[in-house]
């Protein structure tokens, strides 16, 4: 995107944010989805095909939709994250976890090297920097941390709470948990 884009897209979304109005909310939403869509079928192009999924471009066009939508629910104007990069993020987040997820049926690696049935590698593809922060985590945080990334994934039903296996207190559990979500996101979003 150039730079002028990314000001106006900006601009539209902190007042998407600050409108009260259904009708002006949605007229500033389809707005802002016109100047983005052309980036959004590019990344997702991008990202699909990697994993050899291509599609026609009515679907390219309603999964855009559903990634813009996405994106733009979890955008946090306040946070200095950069539009583009927010927005790419969380599209190769939304299409790992709906579309790429559910064409095949694969078995995943966790993050502690062990396979299992799940969608971590998959969800993260820069997978690299969680498995060194999890490492750098003493062993008995190892199933908290765990626990946070399944807790960011939709499908949770094949999540399992692994409060049993940490040796802490639950107060000590949740509140670590909370924290790795927020470095989770974090990891995420740079």
């Given amino acids: 995107m150039q730079k002028e884009q990314i000001e106006e897209c900006t601009e539209r979304i902190k007042q998407y944010f600050g409108c009260v109005e259904e009708k002006e909310k949605d007229d500033i939403r389809n707005k802002l989805f016109e100047t983005m869509q052309p980036y959004m079928i590019k990344w997702i192009k991008s990202i699909l095909s990697k994993r050899g999924d291509f ?30 990069n927010h927005f790419f993020a969380y599209t190769r987040f939304y299409l790992n976890m709906h579309y ?17 049935s799940g969608a971590i590698d998959l969800a993260y593809e820069h997978i690299d920097e969680l498995r060194e922060f999890r490492k750098s985590l ?24 692994r409060l049993e296996e940490a040796p802490v207190t639950y107060y000590r559990y949740t509140e670590s948990k909370k924290i790795f979500k927020i470095v989770i996101d974090y990891l995420l979003r740079r």
């Fill in 100 to 116: 790429l997820g559910k064409r095949k049926q694969i078995v995943y690696v966790d993050l502690s090297d062990k396979i299992t």
């Fill in 138 to 161: 003493p062993e008995e945080y190892y199933s908290i941390f765990d626990d946070a990334v399944w807790s960011l994934v939709d499908c949770r039903k094949d999540r399992l709470r």
């Fill in 55 to 84: 599609r026609d471009e009515k679907d390219l066009l309603s999964i855009s939709w559903e990634c813009f939508e996405f994106c733009l629910k979890h955008f946090k104007p306040e946070l200095p994250i950069p539009l583009p």
